[in-house]
């Protein structure tokens, strides 16, 4: 008989500890998936590319010195320190709730002299008024989590934890990605640089040709102005672009955790034939995997989904047990023998009978935080998908206006010569010659222009899909082999996952593990 009593008292105790008010978790409805992204077109000729690196996405533009930035960018960038040490401060906090699963003992001593007022109704007749006391005790105790509210704590924590761990993924693509954009703007600029000197010097010999011409009867005074007005413009174009060139210089420096003092890029002009390399978007499907932004917004829905669980258990008693056992004696001879032990055991309850609706407001508020987490990440997936498109269209439109630019500059090379013959032939003024220039200038520095806005619309949408680079079969899953599969199991444990309900194939939590990227993160 007092086996079934203990059998049926440890089931009742199993059944109290799968006790959980909160709601069963499930990621949150978005908007629907198309089956292609709209601005894809024809434009793109996606080739395998199984070799190309997954994390240092930038090895796709094969730029040495874009390498060699980046590679310092992980490890000295302030912002992402400052992020990791937010990441750590998540793993604390999970640890410290987590504590609460577990009993807690201490330990204490002490040694006191007193004196009792002997005019006190407590003070024994006949007793001395001043005595002595030792005490050594430990008290144990252990709150029973009946309703879950210890362990949905736990899992906010680490629910919040993985969303931190996002936004370091998150964080250092950015870095990355507004490295790689202002090391091209760098580039686009010493090439615009480069492209102006060259103009300076030509508008240079012009002057001096019109004066000589001008000293010779042949050219009018207004000749001579014009070739002065447009060189000191070009003087003015080119002191812009230095100044423009030392700001990208400066911003990079900041980027490196470098003093913007001390930092210095050669000159390196972006040659005219660079192009952005080919880059497949894959599935409108694969693409809430792969951001990690995304993966924190649907953590923050899992964490906010917990804390309904916590507030709800706050409507139930609180259980306990609590013991305590040591030594108390008047004497310090006496004080550890057998006769001045000491000890208690039992358990207790707690119940809120009247908080004047505190904990109704409790729920009410966590269930508002959830609603408020899950128009947030629907929100981030509509950000995703729009920026995927941006980029697309920035990518298609601006190959088109690439070409017609290039022949821009063509006709208006060819223009420019006819219109030095004809000065030279004295069948026009100079005028005719300083608007074909001017117009021959702009096409140049446009087209340098358009050059360096589709490598950033490249870098865009690199940063977009979420960093890595994917090869274009898109029935290949090779996830779990771009990450380190130590961040896989300290971030996201797949059991804990599938015991929330989580779909570990197709949630977006999995994108979480794009920190393995990150060789200044991994290991730490």
Known sequence: MNGAHACAVALLAVLLGACSFAPHYKTPDSVPVTSAYAETGDWMAAQPADGQSRGAWWSLFQDPQLDALEAKA??????????????????????????????????????????????????????????????????????FDVWGRVRNAVASAKASQQASAADLATLTLSIQAELATDYFALRAQDAQQQLLDKTVADYTQSL???????????????????AQAQLETARTQSADIRLQRAQSEHAIAVLLGANPSTFHAEPNPLPG????????????????????????????????????????????????????????????????????????????????VFDAGRHRAQSAQAKAVYDEQVADYRGAVLTAYREVEDSLAALRQL?????????????TGTALQQAQYRYKAGLVTYLEVATT???????????????????????????????????????????????????????FPIGELVDQGVDVIHAPVLIVQIIGMFPNVDGQ
């Open 74 to 143: 992980g490890d000295a960038n302030q912002d992402v320190k400052a992020a990791f040490a937010r990441l750590q401060q998540a793993r604390a906090e999970t640890r410290i709730v987590r504590a609460d699963l577990f009993p807690t003992l201490n330990a204490g001593s002490s040694a006191t002299r007193s004196r009792t007022s002997v005019n006190s109704p407590r003070f024994p007749p006949g007793a001395a008024p001043i005595g002595n006391n030792f005490d050594l005790e430990a008290d144990f105790s252990y709150e």
């Open 208 to 226: 001096k040709l019109t004066q000589n011409l001008h000293e010779g009867g042949g050219a009018a005074l207004a000749d001579v102005a014009q």
């Open 273 to 352: 034939e660079v192009t952005p390399p080919i880059i497949d978007p894959g599935l409108p499907s694969s693409l809430l995997e792969r951001r990690p932004d995304v993966a924190a917004a649907e953590r923050r829905v899992a964490a906010a989904n917990a804390r309904i669980g916590v507030a709800r258990a706050a409507y139930f008693p609180v259980f306990s047990l609590a013991a305590a056992a040591g030594f108390d004696s008047t004497s310090s001879s006496s004080w550890l023998n057998a006769p001045s032990r000491l000890w208690s055991v039992g358990p207790s309850g707690v119940l809120t």
């Open 399 to 411: 190959q088109q206006e690439s070409v017609s630019e290039a022949a821009a500059v063509a006709a």
């Open 437 to 491: 220039e001017s117009t021959a200038l702009q096409a140049q520095l446009s087209n340098v222009s358009i050059q360096l806005r589709r490598m950033n619309a490249s870098v865009l949408l690199v940063k977009a899909l979420g960093g890595g680079w994917q090869a274009p079969d898109s029935r290949r899953r090779s996830t779990a082999r771009l990450f380190p599969a130590e961040i896989i199991r300290r971030e």
